[in-house]
T-cell receptor
Framework: AQSVAQPEDQVNVAEGNPLTVKCTYS??????LFWYVQYPNRGLQFLLK??????LVKGSYGFEAEFNKSQTSFHLKKPSALVSDSALYFC???????????FGQGTELSVKP | DAGVTQSPTHLIKTRGQQVTLRCSPK?????VSWYQQALGQGPQFIFQ???????QRGNFPDRFSGHQFPNYSSELNVNALLLGDSALYLC?????????????FGNGTRLTVT
C-alpha cells in the first residue's frame, strides 16, 4: 500500500536559518513526489516535484527537495527561512501516471523573527 | 488566467441532508479530482473525473458521488450527511495528458454538518 509519513507535526526555525521538513514514502514502482504548501483557509499550492533525473529538485519561493531512493525520503529544504514561509506543508506521492495523490499528515512550519 | 474555482466557500447543513459542491477547473485542464481534508489532517482522495467518467475512486462510501460536464467543470454530491462529513472539500485539476503534471487546487468549500 502507498503511504507518506511526515514525522514532525511542527518545525520551528529562526528567520535566516536553514529549514528542513522531512518526508518518507512507501510505494510500489517509481514514485512521483510532490510538495505542497497550505496557508490558513486556502487550498494547496504546488511547490515542487520529483519525477526522474537529478535528485535535487528546485521549486518555488527558494525551496528545494532532495530525493533519496535508498532511504525512500524526499525532504524539503530552504537555505534561509522567512517569516512568510510559516504555513502547513504537505508531502505527497503518486505511484503511477494519472493516479491519485497520497498525502502525508502535514507539518506546520513556524518561522520566528 | 483563472485558477480552480469552487463554490460555495462555506456551507452549513443538517444531518441527513444532501449537498452539492461545484468546481471549475483551471483553464486548459480536463481532469478533476476531489479531496476531503478533515481538520488537522492531510487531504484524502475521493475520486477523479476525466472525459466525464469517474476514473478512480478512493475509500469513500456511495453517499459520495460526482459528475463532470462537457466543459470539464465538476460537482461533488454527498447524500445523507453525517457529522463526520464536516471538512474542507478541495477540488483539483490538471491536464490529463501526462501523469507528471501537478495538481492545481482551489481554495475549497468548508462544509459544516450540525
Amino acid at each position: 500500500a502507498q503511504s507518506v509519513a511526515q514525522p514532525e507535526d511542527q518545525v520551528n526555525v529562526a528567520e535566516g536559518n536553514p529549514l528542513t521538513v522531512k518526508c518518507t514514502y512507501s510505494v510500489s514502482g517509481n514514485p512521483y513526489l510532490f510538495w505542497y504548501v497550505q496557508y490558513p483557509n486556502r487550498g494547496l499550492q504546488f511547490l515542487l516535484k520529483y519525477i526522474t533525473g537529478d535528485n535535487l529538485v528546485k521549486g518555488s519561493y527558494g525551496f528545494e527537495a532532495e530525493f533519496n531512493k535508498s532511504q525512500t525520503s524526499f525532504h524539503l529544504k530552504k537555505p534561509s527561512a522567512l517569516v512568510s514561509d510559516s504555513a502547513l506543508y504537505f508531502c505527497a506521492v503518486r505511484s503511477n501516471q494519472g493516479g491519485k495523490l497520497i498525502f502525508g499528515q502535514g507539518t506546520e512550519l513556524s518561522v520566528k523573527p | 488566467d483563472a485558477g480552480v474555482t469552487q463554490s460555495p466557500t462555506h456551507l452549513i447543513k443538517t444531518r441527513g441532508q444532501q449537498v452539492t459542491l461545484r468546481c471549475s477547473p483551471k483553464s486548459g485542464h480536463d481532469t478533476v479530482s476531489w479531496y476531503q481534508q478533515a481538520l488537522g489532517q492531510g487531504p484524502q482522495f475521493i475520486f477523479q473525473y476525466y472525459e466525464e467518467e469517474e476514473r478512480q475512486r478512493g475509500n469513500f462510501p456511495d453517499r459520495f458521488s460526482g459528475h463532470q460536464f462537457p466543459n470539464y467543470s465538476s460537482e461533488l454530491n454527498v447524500n445523507a450527511l453525517l457529522l463526520g462529513d464536516s471538512a474542507l472539500y478541495l477540488c483539483a485539476s490538471r491536464s490529463g495528458g501526462t501523469g507528471h503534471s501537478p495538481l492545481h487546487f482551489g481554495n475549497g468549500t468548508r462544509l459544516t454538518v450540525t
